[in-house]
């Protein structure tokens, strides 16, 4: 799972609206918001760039090939 509640965004059931309605009034906190979107941010930038899932593909096709 890439999202860690409350840490690096939020999480809410598939099809349960009142924890998406919690999930957006949580949200009305500006300090939180910034300290989510900061956390995610780096998350995305320091694992997920399309260099790194590249080279992590790369070496996943090196490992099924046998090379």
């Known amino acids: ?3 860690t509640h409350m ?3 939020m999480l809410y059931a598939p099809g ?5 309605i919690s999930c957006l009034i949580t949200l009305k906190d500006p300090v939180l918001r910034e300290k ?12 997920y760039t399309w260099e ?7 070496n996943l096709l090196k490992i099924v090939d046998g090379k």
Not at 16 to 20: A, Q, R, S, T, Y
Not at 36 to 47: N, P, Q, R, S, V
């Open 1 to 3: 799972r890439i999202i």
């Open 7 to 9: 840490e690096t965004g």
């Open 16 to 20: 349960d609206v009142e924890d998406f």
């Open 36 to 47: 989510l979107g900061e956390k995610g941010h780096k998350l995305a930038k320091d694992h």
């Open 52 to 58: 790194i899932q590249g080279a992590s593909f790369a």
